[in-house]
Structure formats: structure tokens, C-alpha cells
């Protein structure tokens, strides 16, 4: 298996501008993660999601941020419009089950560095 | 509301040391505690995951303490090697929330030759 794919695997973009980053998990995994990662706040979740439906948001900073998991290959989040404190490595991530009554683990994707102007 | 610590946030030792890395956590109400490897522009892998109702586990030269109930894990490192330098992450998934993750700040270990 390919293991978690994520694209681009970096971003430059200028202030205002839609950024869109893209993430297929492991076929057959049933949970679907993102998270971020900052020097200053270390791994934060975003948003996950169980079986292409939205489970928690609450790790969503605010309305310019939104994920969408169309189907069971393919996820997308997209920050519109961006700003210079947006800039972090965001992190895919799946698991077969859920940890909480598993010993699944998660498997992370290589992430993708954004850099707002 | 849960918090993960680690303790120290940098250490660099030479070649063949054994060593301890450390994690805390507020809130003993978890399913499992992970310890996570990150490499320089890459993404995470698990090394070991103990369940709540263990005390250790051991893959190779590496092996994870969990005592819940004084909110306290370790990972040991026997016979460092250069190879093992990365940042190293512990993460527990609290109860009631699903599957979240919440993870500490990571101790960056340099091993030198």
C-alpha cells in the first residue's frame, strides 16, 4: 500500500488568496484526520471524519476553513481566504477504527507545507 | 480539559547512551497512550501503543511505560544510535471523544556519533 497521500506536498501563497490541499487515505480505513502543526501550538486536530461524514469540527479555527470527504478515497481542505497565520504543516491522517475501541493506530500522511505571503 | 506535557523538550546524547524521554498528562480518563516518531519534513509513525489497562510495551530497543493513574509515561531508548535522532511525540486518546488525538509538544533527540 501507498500509505497516506497528500498534495501539494508544498504551498506558497499570497494573503487572500484560495488554497486547497488534498489528501487520499489508506483504501479500507474508515477514519479520516487532519490536523496542523505549528511551532507554536505543536499537533492540533482539525476535524475528523468517520465513513465520509463530518464527525467533530470543533478543531476548526474558524469559517475560512472547511473539509469535505466526497467519497472514501479523496478528502479536501480548503481555507478561503488564507492569511500569514495560516501558514503551518497540515497533516492527513486515516485509521481502520476508531482508537477508542481499538488498538488501531493512525497513519499519517507526509503533510503539506503552506506558506502565506 | 486534557493536556499532554513532555519533558525535556530538547536532548542530545552520544552514541550508545541509554535514555528516558517523559510524558505527562492530565487527565487519567484515556483509552491509550502512543509514542510517535517524526523525522525532519515528514509525517508521523507509531512506535508503540499501550492500552489503558497495560503497563509497557516493548518493540525492539524501545519500550513505553504507562502508569495511568499518576498521569505519567516513558520511553526508554536502549543503545542510542544516530538513526533514532527525530522528534518524538506522545499523544493519549481521551474518552468520550471519538477517536481524537491529543498530543504533547515533542522531545527533539540528537544522537551523536
Known amino acids: 500500500d501507498a500509505g497516506v497521500i497528500q498534495s501539494p506536498r508544498h504551498e506558497v501563497t499570497e494573503m487572500g488568496q484560495e488554497v486547497t490541499l488534498r489528501c487520499k487515505p489508506i483504501?479500507?480505513?474508515?477514519?479520516l484526520f487532519w490536523y496542523r502543526q505549528t511551532m507554536m501550538r505543536g499537533l492540533e486536530l482539525l476535524i475528523y471524519?468517520?465513513?465520509?461524514?463530518?464527525?467533530?469540527d470543533s478543531g476548526m479555527p474558524e469559517d475560512r476553513f472547511s473539509a469535505k470527504m466526497p467519497n472514501a478515497s479523496f478528502s479536501t481542505l480548503k481555507i478561503q481566504p488564507s492569511e500569514p497565520r495560516d501558514s503551518a504543516v497540515y497533516f492527513c491522517a486515516s485509521s481502520p477504527t476508531g482508537l477508542a475501541v481499538s488498538t488501531d493506530t493512525q497513519y499519517f500522511g507526509p503533510g503539506t507545507r503552506l506558506t502565506v505571503l | 480539559k486534557q493536556e499532554v506535557t513532555q519533558i525535556p523538550a530538547a536532548l542530545s546524547v552520544p552514541e550508545g547512551e541509554n535514555l528516558v524521554l517523559n510524558c505527562s498528562f492530565t487527565d487519567s480518563a484515556i483509552y491509550n497512550l502512543q509514542w510517535f516518531r517524526q523525522d525532519p519534513g515528514k509525517g508521523l509513525t507509531s512506535l508503540l501503543l499501550?492500552?489503558?489497562?497495560?503497563r509497557e510495551q516493548t518493540s525492539g530497543r524501545l519500550n513505553a511505560s504507562l502508569d495511568k493513574s499518576s498521569g505519567r509515561s516513558t520511553l526508554y531508548i536502549a543503545a542510542s544510535q544516530p538513526g533514532d535522532s527525530a522528534t518524538y511525540l506522545c499523544a493519549v486518546t481521551p474518552y468520550n471523544q471519538g477517536g481524537k488525538l491529543i498530543f504533547g509538544q515533542g522531545t527533539e533527540l540528537s544522537v551523536k556519533p
Open positions: 471524519f468517520n465513513n465520509n461524514v463530518p464527525i467533530d
Open positions: 499501550i492500552q489503558s489497562s497495560q
Open positions: 483504501s479500507g480505513h474508515d477514519y
